[in-house]
C-alpha cells in the first residue's frame, strides 16, 4: 500500500464522485492529482465502484486509483507534436487527407475543407464524396495515376482541378503515400 496525502481541492473532488457513485448507483472514473509521501505530485486515474447489498442500496464503495503519469506524458507529447504539425500545414498551406481503402473512409484535416471549398457538415468522409469534387475532365487522369499508384507502378502526385460548390474550378497538387499490408496489398493512402 502507498500512503497518499490530498489537499483539501482534492479532497472535495473525490468526495463529489464518490457521492456521485453513491447517489446515481453508478461506478464513477475520475482523475486527479495526488501527494505521494516524498511530495510528488502525480496524476492519477480513480475509480470508485458502488457496491450493493440484497436490497439494492448501496452499502460501500470499492475503489481503485492507478498512477497514469506515463500516459500524461506520452499526451503531452503528442499534443506538442500536432502542434508543431498544424502549425506546419497553415504556414504551408497544405491539407492532409487519410485514405482507408479497405472501409473507403476518408479523413480531412480542417485545411482540406478549406481548399475545395467544402463545409465539413457536408462531407460523409467517402472516396465519392471527393471524387465528387474533381473537375470532370481531369478524373481520367486522377483514375489513372490512382490506379498506377495502388499497383505501385509510381508514386500519386498530380496537378489537378476541383470544383468548388459555386461552380469556381480551382488548381490543386496532390501527392501520396501507399501503405500496404504484409502481403503488399493496399489499404491506405496518405
Same mark, same amino acid.
Given at each position: 500500500e502507498l500512503e497518499l496525502h490530498f489537499d483539501e481541492s482534492v479532497r472535495a473532488s473525490?468526495?463529489?464522485?464518490?457521492?456521485?457513485?453513491?447517489?446515481?448507483?453508478?461506478?464513477?472514473?475520475?482523475?486527479?492529482?495526488?501527494?505521494?509521501?516524498?511530495?510528488?505530485?502525480?496524476?492519477?486515474?480513480?475509480y470508485a465502484v458502488p457496491e450493493r447489498d440484497t436490497s439494492g442500496v448501496v452499502r460501500f464503495l470499492r475503489g481503485t486509483m492507478q498512477d497514469i503519469s506515463t500516459r500524461?506524458?506520452?499526451?503531452? $507529447?503528442?499534443?506538442? %507534436?500536432? /502542434?508543431?504539425l498544424? !502549425?506546419?500545414?497553415?504556414?504551408?498551406?497544405i491539407g492532409i487527407w487519410d485514405l482507408n481503402i479497405l472501409t473507403d473512409t476518408l479523413v480531412w484535416d480542417k485545411r482540406m475543407f478549406e481548399l475545395y471549398g467544402v463545409a465539413e457538415q457536408d462531407f460523409t468522409?467517402?472516396?465519392?464524396?471527393?471524387?465528387?469534387?474533381?473537375?470532370?475532365?481531369?478524373?481520367?487522369?486522377?483514375?489513372a495515376s490512382y490506379a498506377d499508384a495502388l499497383r505501385g507502378e509510381r508514386a500519386f502526385g498530380l496537378?489537378?482541378? $476541383?470544383?468548388?460548390? %459555386?461552380? /469556381?474550378?480551382?488548381? !490543386?497538387?496532390?501527392h501520396a503515400v501507399v501503405q500496404r499490408d504484409t502481403d503488399g496489398a493496399p489499404v491506405r493512402m496518405i
Open positions: 473525490l468526495q463529489e464522485h464518490v457521492m456521485r457513485a453513491v447517489n446515481s448507483g453508478e461506478a464513477q472514473r475520475y482523475e486527479l492529482i495526488v501527494v505521494r509521501p516524498d511530495g510528488e505530485r502525480i496524476p492519477v486515474e480513480a500524461k506524458r506520452a499526451e503531452a $507529447v503528442l499534443a506538442a %507534436s500536432e /502542434q508543431r498544424e !502549425l506546419a500545414t497553415q504556414s504551408a498551406g468522409g467517402t472516396f465519392d464524396d471527393w471524387w465528387r469534387c474533381v473537375h470532370p475532365e481531369d478524373g481520367p487522369r486522377i483514375a496537378t489537378f482541378r $476541383v470544383r468548388w460548390p %459555386s461552380g /469556381q474550378a480551382r488548381h !490543386l497538387e496532390a
